[in-house]
T-cell receptor, first 110, second 115 residues
Framework: EDQVTQSPEALRLQEGESSSLNCSYT??????LFWYRQDPGKGPEFLFT???AGEEKEKERLKATLTKKESFLHITAPKPEDSATYLC???????????FGTGTQLKVEL | DGGITQSPKYLFRKEGQNVTLSCEQN?????MYWYRQDPGQGLRLIYY???????QKGDIAEGYSVSREKKESFPLTVTSAQKNPTAFYLC??????????????FGPGTRLTVT
C-alpha cells in the first residue's frame, strides 16, 4: 500500500527564518511527486512535480527536491503570505491516482 | 480564464436526503476526480474518470455516485447511504495518463453540512 508521511504537522517561523518541510514516501513505482499549497477553505494550488531522484524545482522562495525515499520543500526567507498548509502527494500505477499526505501547516509571523 | 468551478460553495442538507455537487472544467482535461477532505486526514479519493462515460471507484466510494456524460462535467451525488457526509469536497482534473500531464488541478471546493 502506498504511504505518504509529512513532517512536521505544524511549523511556526519568524519572517526571514528559512526551514524545510519533509515528505517521506513508500510506493511501488513512483510516477511523480507533487507539492500543493492550500489556504484555509480553498482548494489546493499546484506548485511542483518531481519525477526522478536528484531533480529540483524552484518557484520564488520555494525549492522542492527529491530523493528515492523523500522530498523536501525548502522555504527561503519566508514571508507571512507563505502561511498555508503544504500538501505532498505521490502518483503511482495507472489512472493518475494520487496518494496524499496529511500536510504541514506553516505559519510565518512578523 | 481556464479553470475548475464547483457549486455551491456551501451546502446544507437534512439527514436522509440525497445531494448533488457540481463540478465543471474548461481546461479540456480528459481525467476528473472527486476527493473528500476531513480535518487531520489527507485527501481521500472517492471516484475518478479518465474518459467520458467511464468512471472508477476510488478508496471511499461507498455512499456516493457519479456520472460523466460530458467531458467538462463530473457531478457527484452524496446519497443517504453515506454515513458521515459532512466534509469538504474537492473536484480536480488532469490532462490524463496518455501523453503525460499527471498534475491535478483543483476547484475551490464545496463544504457540505448534513444535520
Amino acid at each position: 500500500e502506498d504511504q505518504v508521511t509529512q513532517s512536521p504537522e505544524a511549523l511556526r517561523l519568524q519572517e526571514g527564518e528559512s526551514s524545510s518541510l519533509n515528505c517521506s514516501y513508500t510506493v511501488s513505482g513512483l510516477r511523480g511527486l507533487f507539492w500543493y499549497r492550500q489556504d484555509p477553505g480553498k482548494g489546493p494550488e499546484f506548485l511542483f512535480t518531481l519525477y526522478s531522484a536528484g531533480e529540483e524545482k524552484e518557484k520564488e522562495r520555494l525549492k522542492a527536491t527529491l530523493t528515492k525515499k523523500e522530498s523536501f520543500l525548502h522555504i527561503t526567507a519566508p514571508k507571512p503570505e507563505d502561511s498555508a498548509t503544504y500538501l505532498c502527494a505521490v502518483g503511482t500505477g495507472g489512472g493518475n491516482k494520487l496518494t496524499f499526505g496529511t500536510g504541514t501547516q506553516l505559519k510565518v509571523e512578523l | 480564464d481556464g479553470g475548475i468551478t464547483q457549486s455551491p460553495k456551501y451546502l446544507f442538507r437534512k439527514e436522509g436526503q440525497n445531494v448533488t455537487l457540481s463540478c465543471e472544467q474548461n481546461l479540456n482535461h480528459d481525467a476528473m476526480y472527486w476527493y473528500r477532505q476531513d480535518p487531520g486526514q489527507g485527501l481521500r479519493l472517492i471516484y475518478y474518470s479518465q474518459i467520458v462515460n467511464d468512471f472508477q471507484k476510488g478508496d471511499i466510494a461507498e455512499g456516493y455516485s457519479v456520472s460523466r456524460e460530458k467531458k467538462e462535467s463530473f457531478p457527484l451525488t452524496v446519497t443517504s447511504a453515506q454515513k458521515n457526509p459532512t466534509a469538504f469536497y474537492l473536484c480536480a482534473s488532469s490532462q490524463g495518463a496518455i501523453g503525460g500531464g499527471y498534475e491535478q488541478y483543483f476547484g475551490p471546493g464545496t463544504r457540505l453540512t448534513v444535520t
